[in-house]
């Protein structure tokens, strides 16, 4: 039933895209990760909060010849991508989530003065809102920069480089290791390398901080809302755990924007006008 569900969502999604019309589109298809699998796997790398979107596996039945260059270890390689990618997307959607929660909060905690002219957020709610709002701010630049980063490393400069070298190529042979290196160069430009292990390590436990405040946002009720100190402390431990994996991760960025590799743009984007020099990381 689940794989049905996920091949009606993914028909809907080719739908309304750009390959609506590509008949090589409807050997695409997405399976779920066996929990015994997932489960194993979660242990391993010492996550187990990840979302349960992280089975989804993006699948695609390559015919022959191009079983020959799309090989069972190259789909793999592009699933994984694609796992990742969802999880931003998904973070996307929980920051939009927070933002809306917070509009919704911040209306119904104002109060009227006197004259039922203006209205203005009680001395409680005011700092703590604000506090919140800085933790939107931060996340939304984080997201915003590495998602852009992500897209444009894979949809553009890798895929830049793979067409070049493909227009060159005289036989399959050449194709084929033409590929081999695009894929090589996706899985690096997507930092899923093993010496990019820890970055993409901290940038996991930042999404997953965004999907823990949203989470914890949920919990505020009326009448008390920002009031509710346990919730409250809740939020700000997330905000501040969050903020520390971001500005340590600012750190090793920096230490390598001199050696000249792709992660220096990634570098000079999240450090756009100095905004993490001025939370002074």
Same mark, same amino acid.
């Given at each position: 039933?689940?794989?049905?569900?996920?091949?009606?969502?993914?028909?809907?999604?080719?739908?309304?895209?750009?390959?609506?019309?590509?008949?090589?589109?409807?050997?695409?298809?997405?399976?779920?990760?066996?929990?015994?699998?997932?489960?194993?796997?979660?242990?391993s790398d010492r996550n187990p909060q990840?979302?349960?979107?992280?089975?989804?596996?993006?699948?695609?039945?390559?015919?022959?010849?191009?079983?020959?260059?799309?090989?069972?270890?190259?789909?793999?390689?592009?699933?994984?991508?694609?796992?990742?990618?969802?999880?931003?997307?998904?973070?996307?959607?929980?920051?939009?989530?927070?933002?809306?929660?917070?509009?919704?909060?911040?209306?119904?905690?104002?109060?009227?003065?006197?004259?039922?002219?203006?209205?203005?957020?009680?001395?409680?709610?005011?700092?703590?809102?604000?506090?919140?709002? +800085?933790? *939107?701010?931060?996340?939304?630049?984080?997201?915003?920069?590495? %998602?852009? /980063? =992500?897209?444009?490393? #894979?949809?553009? $400069?890798?895929?830049?480089?793979?067409?070049?070298?493909?227009?060159?190529?005289?036989?399959?042979?050449?194709?084929?290791?033409?590929?081999?290196?695009?894929?090589?160069?996706?899985?690096?430009?997507?930092?899923?390398?093993?010496?990019?292990?820890?970055?993409?390590?901290?940038?996991?436990?930042?999404?997953?901080?965004?999907?823990?405040?949203?989470?914890?946002?949920?919990?505020?009720?009326?009448?008390?809302?920002?009031?509710?100190?346990?919730?409250? +402390?809740? *939020?700000?431990?997330?905000?501040?755990?969050?903020?520390?994996? %971001?500005? /340590? =991760?600012?750190?090793? #960025?920096?230490? $390598?924007?001199?050696?000249?590799?792709?992660?220096?743009?990634?570098?000079?984007?999240?450090?756009?006008?100095?905004?993490?020099?001025?939370?002074?990381?």
């Open positions: 039933e689940s794989r049905n569900v996920l091949q009606s969502l993914l028909r809907t999604a080719v739908k309304g895209s750009s390959c609506a019309e590509d008949p090589l589109a409807d050997n695409l298809s997405l399976q779920m990760v066996p929990f015994e699998i997932f489960s194993k796997s979660a242990a990840r979302h349960s979107l992280d089975r989804v596996m993006l699948q695609y039945a390559a015919d022959w010849p191009l079983s020959l260059v799309l090989t069972p270890a190259a789909l793999s390689h592009y699933s994984e991508i694609f796992t990742y990618l969802l999880r931003l997307r998904r973070a996307g959607f929980a920051l939009r989530d927070v933002w809306l929660g917070l509009k919704a909060i911040d209306k119904a905690t104002q109060i009227s003065n006197r004259t039922g002219s203006r209205r203005f957020l009680s001395p409680v709610n005011a700092p703590r809102l604000r506090q919140l709002e +800085l933790f *939107l701010r931060e996340a939304m630049h984080f997201h915003t920069i590495v %998602t852009a /980063f =992500m897209n444009t490393q #894979l949809l553009v $400069v890798a895929w830049h480089k793979f067409t070049k070298e493909l227009n060159l190529a005289q036989d399959l042979f050449e194709i084929q290791n033409a590929h081999a290196r695009y894929v090589a160069d996706c899985i690096s430009r997507s930092m899923m390398r093993d010496d990019h292990k820890q970055l993409r390590h901290i940038i996991n436990q930042a999404l997953q901080a965004i999907l823990d405040f949203r989470s914890h946002l949920d919990r505020l009720s009326a009448p008390a809302y920002l009031e509710d100190d346990l919730v409250y +402390l809740h *939020l700000q431990q997330t905000h501040q755990a969050f903020r520390q994996r %971001t500005q /340590f =991760m600012y750190r090793m #960025l920096k230490s $390598v924007a001199m050696q000249g590799t792709h992660l220096a743009s990634l570098f000079v984007q999240l450090n756009f006008n100095n905004f993490y020099d001025q939370m002074h990381c």
